[in-house]
């Protein structure tokens, strides 16, 4: 995936490269050696292998570190963490971009804040069409929640579901990862926080209509066998739901 970030990637180095090396990254007493930072300093920041940063990413702003270092250390964070990271133990997407909520970005400079979003919205319209994409749609939407973004615009570029890909995404998401209990629908990725307005946005785009006349209006307009199957599947769900939640 990072090999078609590489513009917003850049972008993020050139941005936070201003941002000073921190000459130490302290954690709790308790839980973080006192030199266990020194590898992190040990060279160039876009240097760092996954493992060296694996802790620290899941660490930060918790036991380790505070806002000034992980602006440091953020580009390359960002880009394992859109990547395929976790694949090298690096931790969930979902827990490295919600450091980003946790330090506030959309309190940042102008031009943070813009290089960031480039990336969240770039990351977005690569994974929503790719018909088996890594991490899952679900995931990144997730990860792009934990930010603290208004999902709407995500949501609404979904809706085109003009490929394939896009409907095999939210076929995924809907067949996998949702539940449908009398008492509503649950999305459950553990990682969405249920009171956020991400989680409360979603459900809603699934449950008021959106989600379904998308759908209908990808099934007017497909003619392949894979896709109007994917379709119907998906109505079948999310119709009833719909309606009950409406009648409601």
Known sequence: MTE??????EALYEVFGRVPRPLRV????HCVAADEDRPLLAGPVRDL???VLQRYATEALLLWGDVPELRYFLPRLLEIGAGD???FGFPDPEIVFGK????RWTEWDDDERAAISALLT???ELTVVDGDPWPSAGTVLCSLGRTGVDLVPFLDRWERLESTGAIRNLHEFVMEEMTWPSSGPKLRNPFWEKESAAYQETVAW???GRALAAVERAFQNESQDEPLTLLDEIHSVLGPQTTAVRAE
Not at 4 to 9: A, D, F, M, V, W
Not at 26 to 29: H, I, Q, V
């Open 4 to 9: 078609h970030l590489e513009g917003e990637i």
């Open 26 to 29: 302290e954690g709790c007493a």
């Open 49 to 51: 292998e996954p493992d």
């Open 85 to 87: 990271g976790f694949e």
């Open 100 to 103: 980003l909520g946790l330090a």
């Open 122 to 124: 770039r990351w977005w």
């Open 206 to 208: 699934l449950t008021d």
